[in-house]
């Protein structure tokens, strides 16, 4: 008797609290805060360089495995997810990459470095024989915690 009782106020609590839940944060609040404004710079212009290959295989600061046939890119402050078009200005070639990893080096962006890219993202921008090229970053889609990787 005392179980059941107990679970009939556990069911109505749980009920309670989901009804109040929906009330104070509409479905529109919580789709607002899915659709994320950073007050990052969509566009930047500077250097791009790419991975080493020694750098293959290891874990990235997003925690996922770097393999250099992915299209993904490291950049210094972008969220993890975030989906870029990084163009080559001397060649007007461009890849579409996702923000998995934190870099370049800070001696890099000191010299204008802005993104470090894979190397399949190297080879279609054309840039594998110079190594470091003039480039324009451009934010397509922004990433956060919930549109990278989720399980």
């Known amino acids: 008797m005392t179980a059941d009782y107990s679970r009939r106020y556990i069911h109505w609590g749980v009920v309670i609290s989901s009804f109040l839940f929906l009330c104070l944060f509409p479905v529109e609040k919580l789709k607002a805060q899915e659709e994320r404004s950073y007050s990052f710079p969509k566009i930047q212009l500077g250097k791009a360089?790419?991975?080493c290959p020694s750098f293959h295989g290891n874990r990235t600061a997003a925690g996922t495995f770097y393999n250099e046939k992915d299209l993904v890119a490291a950049h210094p402050y972008y969220p993890f997810?975030?989906?870029v078009r990084v163009t080559n200005l001397g060649n007007?070639?461009?890849v579409e990459v996702t923000v998995t990893d934190r870099?370049?080096?800070?001696k890099h962006q000191k010299r204008g470095g802005v993104i470090d890219v894979s190397r399949d993202a190297a080879r279609e921008l054309g840039m594998l024989r110079h190594g470091r090229v003039r480039v324009r970053v451009e934010v397509l889609e922004w990433g956060g915690p919930k549109s990278f990787f989720t399980p």
């Open 49 to 51: 360089s790419y991975y």
């Open 81 to 83: 997810g975030t989906l």
């Open 92 to 94: 007007g070639r461009n």
């Open 103 to 106: 870099g370049p080096s800070k």
